[in-house]
């Protein structure tokens, strides 16, 4: 099996909700996906994706995604997508850094190799354990009465994970992971993400005021150095995401007991590939995970969704199903929500199947 042509598309996807609010008044209100498509000289093709949250999360941004994989695309036509180890390494030879592209072409080799080996992406990464996945939602910045008035609708929708965007002002944050725990009820789990916008001394005041909360707190500050001066200054369990790129910043991170959770994004660390190299290190570390991506709709889900189940139960903190928070739905077979929960697909792949008339034309083709 040899990559003959790589094809890329756009989506937009809006929110059901509106707009996303994290921290410090970041927004989105409609999200940019690229969507790729590596085809072969079998009857086999394999799809990927990658959705920035926006231009100001991580360094990546959508229009930067689709350059880079022009920039990369023509090195590997004629290799085999089934081999991801070379694949990757003739990525990181054409391109220096921007794992988010490269995320979105390793998705669609893995899919490949499913489809060749007529297994799921799930048994290819160990197989199933467990039945669903268990799945938390967001609660996007607002004010804390809504933020609090939100959580019976989505407990509603069989969500009991629960994870609030705050990185705010730090009186408004107090309030809003106080009022969002005074309704929550027994056998829930609340985490307040900060995503980075509290500076330490803020953080501080947060974690000190809410101290007696049952509560973990997520990536607080925005460099690795100010994350762990908070984690030294509380009992609270404590999470990292922004700062947890690679094997190395985990191997620092987990030596120095910086965390007691890592967030697990399979675009911010370069694809499948290397986000399972990650998951298997924290198993061997006893190291629970959240794990999904940084956005995205059918495609990134289903992937969240393989990665997720091939998981042992107990390191698995929790994930997200991103194609709820949009209404558009360009690709059949991906995983849905039933009851807070999902799993993944025992079809060969991804398990996915993309409807041709929302993707629309390529936007970008390289061919053999």
Not at 243 to 269: F, G, H, P, Q, Y
Not at 324 to 338: D, E, L, N
Request: aromatic share 8%.
């Amino acid at each position: 099996m040899k990559i003959t042509n790589i094809l890329v598309y756009q989506v937009d996807l809006p929110l059901v909700e509106g707009r996303y609010s994290w921290a410090s008044g970041k927004y989105v209100d409609v999200f940019d996906s690229t969507i790729v498509c590596i085809q072969t000289d079998t009857i086999h093709e394999g799809w990927g994706e990658n959705c920035p949250l926006g231009p100001f999360y991580l360094p990546a941004h959508a229009k930067g995604c689709r350059a880079a994989i022009e920039e990369i695309a023509p090195h590997l036509i004629g290799l085999d997508p089934s081999n991801y180890g070379l694949i990757n390494k003739v990525m990181d030879e054409a391109l220096i850094g921007h794992n988010y592209a490269k995320s979105a072409l390793d998705m669609a080799c893995w899919d490949l190799l499913g489809k060749k080996a007529g297994l799921s992406v799930c048994d290819l990464m160990g197989g199933k354990h467990g039945e669903e996945i268990e799945l938390y939602r967001a609660i996007s910045q607002e004010s804390p009465e809504a933020m609090a008035a939100k959580v019976s609708g989505y407990r509603a929708e069989g969500y009991r994970k629960f994870q609030l965007k705050v990185g705010g002002d730090p009186l408004d944050d107090i309030k809003r992971i106080k009022a969002v725990s005074e309704v929550l009820k027994e056998g829930e789990t609340l985490v307040a993400d900060a995503n980075t916008g509290w500076k330490a001394h803020e953080a501080i005041r947060v974690v000190n005021a809410v101290k007696d909360i049952d509560v973990y707190i997520e990536q607080p500050c925005l460099t690795y150095e100010e994350s762990i001066r908070i984690r030294n200054n509380t009992t609270l369990p404590f999470i990292l995401d922004e700062n947890i790129n690679d094997m190395n910043t985990l191997l620092r991170a987990e030596n120095d007991r910086a965390m007691d959770c890592i967030n697990l994004k399979i675009s911010k660390v370069g694809g499948l590939t290397k986000a399972k190299q990650i998951r298997d290190l924290c198993v061997n570390l006893g190291l629970p995970m959240t794990i999904e991506d940084s956005w995205g709709g059918d495609i990134v889900t289903a992937a969240i969704s393989h990665l997720a189940h091939s998981t042992p139960e107990r390191f698995r903190f929790s994930s997200t199903d991103f194609n709820s928070y949009t209404p558009i739905t360009f690709a059949k077979g991906a995983p849905q929500r039933i009851n807070g929960k999902m799993s993944a697909s025992s079809k060969a792949g991804l398990g996915i199947e993309p409807i041709m008339d929302v993707l629309g034309k390529a936007i970008y083709t390289c061919v053999q």
